[in-house]
């Protein structure tokens, strides 16, 4: 199998970068040139034609690896063939020309660097051809000059000798950044290339775009075949994706194996159309494998890690969407984003807490801790806008622990003015749920805050719940098991989960605002609310009605017997110190017995 598109010279190993490869030859030219013309020392000052030949080879050396050190990492691909051909031939004319044989076996050992050279910046078949024709052109111009063949077999050997155990080192080294299975890069291996191609990007100004691609059902393939099955499925793929790229990417595009059955593709000089139409090509390409593809574009001061978790993100989507599709990644504002992160790493965030009541008496048992940012100089930030930004590049389980942390302690303080229990919901985005270290970052939390358990309950959407993994019900399950309570956010937005309830591990259904809103003008949306209730109520579910914003709202809620509610009718979301003053200076609503809050 072809070794994979990449950014190194065709079929080279994984050292040869364009920028690496310039690199080390500018430094051997340099070297080579200024030892060559050391060799002329003892004949000055009147070097003669022979050491002012070596010298003028010396100084064009010097200038041309001067140039490959400046230039050299836009030179195109073959550009390197010639270049060590002529260092090649360059040698072999020092050998010849320089004034004795002391000095022409000085300039013979400059050897070594164009081996070094041949063998770790070229493919082994090239590589070969170049390194045979080194030894022929050194044996030769050596054998001219009417050295000993014992002294030319000798050193012959010694080179040929030093040829073989570069040899191995490059393989080995190679093998590092290879995938065993499939003979693309690996992880090591894609991470390197990655970092120096977006790098590079940023230098020349140029579009770069990555894509992460994950295969629908793989797991699937393992259980019923066999791991054998699996593995031939992922050699024959890395081979569709390696054919495709070669005939519709970029010749500098780094294919890789990430891991298990994810692939990631870099796009340097394509923007995010270019790289989605190539995307889909794969994507095509792969049927009827089915492929889930995330696609980004690297923005201004973006780095590797953000853009890779911003493709990841999109990736989530793509599966989370139905699979077998392409999604792209939300335009990322590189400014906004850096201040983001520097309020996450740095404190920046705040929490405002939103009371969860009891309908008819107004009794406070629990609130919702909603995550808030006041930019230094932008002010208030929606969550409308920093959380989408948050889930765009993989932030998203930073933002849920750090709203966590302020949730928990802020509700400490909230519980010791009240006096008792309060419940405390946060909310889990999906991509969160699924990581193996959610329930345990969690309880790290509440170790450090001292909020118990029992009192915290974690929120996910119904359309988390749809488009969940059973990795996303285990850790559910996971929760209510280490006493956490889980909450269905948002529900009735959609149709599936009524038929699901009883398969839903949670013990709260939080009611979707624009259902709330509509029972003072729809009997039959009153008829729906008053048999979920019925429903919930045998399932042990209690239902939570979202959105309460008139005295009309709360008397349906009331009238139907909603156990709890939440909503700007009896509260809007505050920070702690202007919660704890509202709830101390507040009068029950309306219809509601004397003492509510109190419990009595």
């Excluded at 009147?46 to 064009?60: C, F, K, T, Y």
């Excluded at 059902?217 to 259980?223: A, G, I, M, S």
């Excluded at 009192?455 to 098991?481: G, I, K, P, Q, Y």
Aim: proline residues 4%; hydrophobic residues 50%; contains cysteine.
């Amino acid at each position: 199998m072809s070794p994979g598109v990449t950014t190194t010279l065709r079929g080279a190993p994984e050292v040869a970068t364009p920028r690496l490869v310039a690199f080390t030859t500018g430094s051997f030219y340099v070297a080579g040139g200024t030892a060559a013309a050391l060799t002329t020392i003892r004949s000055w000052p009147h070097p003669g034609v022979r050491g002012s030949a070596i010298l003028v080879l010396a100084a064009l050396a010097v200038a041309a690896g001067s140039l490959l050190l400046v230039r050299g990492r836009r030179f195109p691909r073959w550009a390197f063939h010639v270049v060590v051909g002529q260092a090649t031939f360059m040698l072999g004319a020092g050998v010849v020309l320089s004034a004795d044989d002391a000095a022409a076996l000085g300039v013979a050992g400059v050897f070594a660097f164009c081996a070094v050279d041949n063998l770790y910046f070229f493919a082994r078949r090239e590589a070969v051809l170049h390194t045979a024709l080194l030894l022929a052109v050194v044996a030769g111009s050596l054998a001219w000059r009417g050295i000993d063949p014992g002294v030319v077999a000798a050193l012959m050997l010694v080179q040929v000798a030093l040829v073989v155990v570069i040899g191995r080192l490059v393989q080995r080294a190679a093998h590092g950044t290879r995938d065993s299975l499939t003979e693309l890069l690996n992880r090591r291996g894609f991470d390197e290339r990655f970092e120096e191609a977006v790098a590079a990007a940023h230098r020349g100004g140029s579009d770069l775009s990555v894509a992460l691609l994950d295969l629908d059902h793989f797991k699937d393939v393992n259980d019923s075949g066999g791991h054998a099955a699996g593995d031939a499925l992922l050699v024959s793929l890395a081979e569709t994706l390696n054919r495709t790229l070669a005939g519709c990417a970029p010749s500098s595009t780094v294919l890789a194996r990430q891991g298990g059955d994810e692939f990631a593709v870099v796009t340097p000089g394509l923007d995010l159309d270019a790289a989605v139409a190539v995307a889909e090509a794969l994507r095509r390409a792969a049927a009827p494998t089915g492929l889930s593809v995330g696609v980004a574009q690297l923005a201004p001061r973006e780095d590797a890690g953000a853009l890779l978790r911003r493709a990841d993100t999109a990736l989530y989507e793509a599966k989370a969407a139905g699979r077998s599709r392409v999604a792209t990644a939300a335009t990322c504002d590189a400014g906004l984003l850096e201040d983001f992160r520097a309020a996450l790493d740095h404190g920046g965030l705040q929490v405002a807490l939103q009371p969860i009541v009891v309908p008819g008496t107004g009794e406070t048992i629990g609130v919702e801790a909603l995550a808030r940012w006041n930019h230094p100089e932008r002010g208030p930030v929606s969550p409308a806008e920093f959380i989408p930004l948050a889930e765009a590049n993989g932030l998203v389980k930073e933002l849920d622990l750090a709203v966590a942390r302020l949730a928990c302690a802020d509700s400490v303080r909230l519980r010791r003015a009240l006096g008792r229990d309060v419940l405390l919901t946060v909310n889990a985005s999906g991509r969160h749920l699924v990581d193996p270290d959610f329930v345990q970052d969690l309880l790290q939390v509440l170790a450090d805050t001292g909020w118990a358990a029992r009192d915290l309950v974690v929120e996910v959407t119904e359309s988390t719940l749809e488009a969940a993994s059973a990795a996303a019900r285990d850790t559910l399950e996971e929760l209510r098991a280490i006493g956490v309570r889980v909450a269905i956010d948002d529900f009735g937005t959609g149709y599936s989960a009524f038929s699901q309830l009883d398969a839903i591990p949670a013990d709260f259904l939080k009611l979707d605002k624009d259902f709330t809103s509509q029972l003072t003008a729809s009997g039959r949306r009153r008829a729906v609310l008053g048999g979920l209730l019925r429903m919930s109520e045998e399932l042990g579910l209690a239902v939570i009605a979202e959105g309460v914003e008139t005295p009309e709202q709360r008397q349906a809620l009331v009238a139907l017997g909603c156990p709890l509610a939440q909503g700007y009718f009896f509260h809007r979301p505050l920070p702690v110190e202007d919660l704890l003053r509202a709830l101390s200076a507040e009068t029950p609503p309306a219809g509601a017995p004397a003492g509510a809050l109190s419990g009595t």
